[in-house]
């Protein structure tokens, strides 16, 4: 599957984003999706993830109350909307796709918070 992560940006501590990912090439309803992020310096760490019908979400514990995950099995997007945003949120984000053991990575949107 190819997936292409957009919505990244510059924002001031407090704003808010919507990130997008467009996924094609597999049936996008039988993928696990997900976010991550990678800070400057530090490694790739989960954030969040979402169930193939959307009933089921997974928060870490440092963005559970400020992000939300969703998305769109008809249009094949999942977006993640992140409220609240701290300087700590600076990363790049990437979505991620699961099904079974095969896993597929966007190629990562840039965010920056400006404090």
């Known amino acids: 599957v190819q997936l292409q992560a957009s919505g990244g940006g510059l924002v001031q501590a407090g704003g808010s984003l919507r990130l997008s990912c467009a996924a094609s090439?597999?049936?996008?309803?039988?993928?696990?999706m997900g976010w991550f992020r990678r800070a400057p310096g530090k490694e790739r760490e989960f954030l969040t993830s979402?169930?193939?019908?959307?009933?089921?979400?997974y928060y870490t514990s440092s963005v559970k109350g400020q992000f939300t995950i969703s998305r769109n099995n008809s249009r094949k997007t999942v977006s993640l909307q992140m409220n609240s945003l701290k300087p700590d949120d600076t990363g790049v984000y990437y979505c991620?796709?699961?099904?079974?053991?095969?896993?597929?990575w966007g190629q990562g949107t840039l965010v920056t918070v400006s404090s």
């Open positions: 090439g597999r049936t996008f309803s039988l993928l696990r």
């Open positions: 979402i169930s193939r019908t959307g009933e089921d979400t």
């Open positions: 991620n796709s699961k099904q079974g053991l095969t896993e597929s």
